[in-house]
């Protein structure tokens, strides 16, 4: 399980860093706007980010959906054992398809929360990235062992918490 969770995180970090890449090279001309007191200019550097983050989320689900298995398989390659490597594989597809879920609340909270940083507002951003944090935590707690009322879910419950995270952040910010 941990093998599967852990080879879709190295493909979610490709994401991750599209997405970073997408919003903070916008972001230049977003902080040179604030600094001019150019409104009209921060709302097209502002557009341009959640449509690009849009785009590059588009992108990466198809990418994932139709190409996952294989992205998957190419860090299961070697002389290990088949069977773990099937296991591996089980799980890191479960993963990724929920995780899938949450590609487009975390590029529209990238692009509001890089958007405020960039005109000054910091804060905000600052209680969207705790909050998520908390959120993770205990819902991984609640939906991988299943405590309580919850299912016990494992790798998919990790997803689902992650996913629920990141629309709590996207909430805050926006």
Not at 82 to 90: F, V
Request: proline letters at 3%; hydrophobic letters at 50%.
């Amino acid at each position: 399980q941990m093998s599967g969770v852990s080879i879709a995180n190295q493909l979610m970090l490709i994401f991750n860093l599209c997405i970073f890449g997408a919003t903070s090279g916008a972001g230049i001309f977003t902080a040179q706007f604030f600094g001019s007191g150019d409104h009209r200019g921060i709302r097209h550097t502002f557009r341009f980010k959640v449509l690009i983050c849009l785009l590059i989320s588009l992108l990466g689900a198809a990418i994932f959906l139709f190409g996952g298995e294989t992205l998957i398989g190419l860090y299961l390659t070697g002389d290990g054992d088949s069977a773990m490597a099937a296991g591996a594989m089980e799980y890191g597809q479960k993963y990724l398809k929920v995780m899938m879920w949450g590609f487009l609340p975390f590029a529209l909270s990238n692009a509001y929360s890089s958007t405020l940083r960039e005109t000054g507002e910091t804060f905000i951003p600052m209680v969207a990235g705790i909050a998520p944090v908390i959120t993770n935590t205990v819902l991984n707690w609640l939906l991988i062992f299943g405590v309580g009322p919850f299912p016990t879910l494992g790798v998919q419950g990790a997803a689902l918490a992650t996913v629920i995270s990141r629309f709590v952040q996207t909430g805050i910010v926006i």
